[in-house]
């Protein structure tokens, strides 16, 4: 190679931009390859935030993780897990030093957008059997037809018992589906708004078409429908108000590309989070802070809700922590750090309009650190202090993990949040980092193998 100039030297000295892991560092695609067929099948198994907590317990108690016990007293090393409500979860290992030098936490969401069935949504009309939706979260609504979905929830019967839900994963199980016009018939809605293509009280979910065979039946296919629900999990109609039940896109995780770079998937927003911090704090096993995972429920529809961090059980988890070594919590929060890991919107040359590429994030260039979300001139947003961004830097630098900076669009574009503002309410210092996403909160997210790799490099050297 020819020698490099003065000027360029000098550019290499001052200037910084994120540079492409496939260029780079080739030899990460075999290893992110690798670890990306875990999380796929992270994808697949937890299509809800319940499904997501079952499938951490079960692996956290693989790994030698117990349920926290607040009067136990624990050793650095010690694994423990604590379930709230059977949607949101907390994963410690504790550390060397006592927990009023702070904790390392990490905040994902397991909650995605998605279709809710209604209290009453049963119903049948023109000799078809329908379910009324509320949609959860911010979908773009015209998504969510003529593409199959799944049927997955929890229902509380009458007699106490509890059955879980699943229709339409399995092969040869049936799905369900929103019907949309033909382009035949469709002048008329192709006039409207693109936010209204398919209206919310539109995505109402075809479940079957045959009758009862009763000529005295006012409702045959309704009944027909409620008749297979009620063989398969025994339930009837009263019991969809003691029910939780959620219709996701029944697609599974699939590679993208003919070069296998990408995963194509529902619900990664904010799933590829999740994962990547539920193996960082499995394969942390003698961290010098002690950690604090979580996996929120809730954050979709502005972490509302008691499972959800705009409640307290983060907090009361860390008071349990801190009772147990006799320190103050208000010390313990005010020496700890949170990374609020949440996706961010990955640059797409297909809209480049809406981006600021400079300050935006692109595949396959690492995770990416957010240093404030917001909208309306960063209201609403936890803008992190300089102080933690250099020590978050630090530790990323330090590990040699791939990172880029990232905002969410260009300035008055548009906006979000994330958990973020709520740990810094507790007087922690946070700052949001995550993995880049194209086709954020469609029923097909994208993502770069390479940045989910990343990711997980990030947290665990976070833990370290
Ligand atoms: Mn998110
Ligand atoms: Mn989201």
Not at 138 to 155: D, E
Not at 424 to 439: C, E, R, Y
Request: hydrophobic share 35%; aromatic share 8%.
């Amino acid at each position: 190679m020819a020698k490099k100039t003065k000027g360029q030297e000098l550019a290499e000295k001052l200037t910084w931009s994120a540079t492409n892991i496939g260029k780079e560092a080739p030899k990460q695609i075999a290893k992110a390859q690798k670890f990306c067929e875990g999380y796929k099948n992270f994808l697949d198994e937890g299509k809800t935030e319940r499904e997501c907590v079952r499938y951490a317990v079960k692996l956290l108690e693989k790994n030698g993780y117990r349920p926290f016990e607040r009067l136990m007293t624990y050793q650095p090393g010690d694994k423990v897990y604590f379930v709230n409500r059977g949607k949101s979860l907390i994963a410690t290992t504790f550390g060397i030093e006592p927990v009023e030098n702070g904790v390392r936490m990490n905040g994902a969401h397991i909650d995605s957008p998605r279709l809710d069935l209604k209290p009453n949504p049963m119903y049948e009309t023109h000799d078809i059997a329908y379910f009324k939706t509320h949609y959860y979260g911010g979908i773009r609504k015209y998504q969510w037809g003529a593409t199959p979905l799944a049927m997955h929830g929890i229902v509380f019967k009458k007699d106490g018992t509890s059955v879980e839900i699943s229709i339409g994963e399995k092969a040869g199980e049936p799905v369900f589906c929103v019907t949309d016009l033909l382009p035949h018939l469709a002048a008329r809605q192709n006039e409207r708004h693109l936010r209204d293509g398919l209206k919310g009280e539109e995505l109402n979910i075809i479940i079957g078409s045959l009758p009862y065979q009763d000529e005295e039946v006012k409702e045959p296919v309704k009944l027909l429908a409620l008749q297979l629900l009620n063989e398969r999990y025994g339930i009837t109609e009263a019991d969809f108000y003691r029910a939780e039940i959620e219709m996701v896109p029944a697609v599974k995780a699939k590679d993208v590309g003919l070069d296998c770079s990408m995963i194509g998937a529902y619900g990664q927003d904010d799933r590829i989070c999740a994962y990547t911090a539920l193996m960082a704090e499995i394969d942390t096993r003698m961290p010098t802070h002690t950690t604090v995972t979580i996996l929120t429920d809730k954050e979709e529809i502005g972490s509302d809700g008691n499972t959800g961090l705009n409640s307290d059980y983060v907090l009361h988890y860390i008071e349990d922590l801190a009772d147990q070594s006799g320190a103050l919590v208000r010390q313990v929060l005010r020496s700890s750090i949170c990374l609020s890991s949440d996706v961010n919107a990955a640059y797409d040359p297909n809209f480049a309009d809406v981006y600021e590429l400079r300050n935006a994030c692109q595949l396959n260039r690492g995770c990416v650190l957010t240093k404030y979300t917001g909208s309306r001139g960063k209201s609403s947003s936890n803008d992190a202090g300089a102080e933690l961004l250099a020590k978050v830097i630090h530790i990323l630098e330090k590990d040699g993990v791939y990172w880029q900076a990232g905002e969410l669009g260009k300035v008055d574009e548009g906006g979000g949040g994330t958990i973020a503002k709520y740990v810094a309410h507790m007087n922690v210092d946070t700052v949001d980092l995550g993995v880049p996403i194209l086709s954020m909160h469609s029923p097909f997210e994208l993502s770069s193998k390479l940045d989910v790799w990343n990711t997980y490099r990030a947290f665990k050297a976070f833990y370290k």
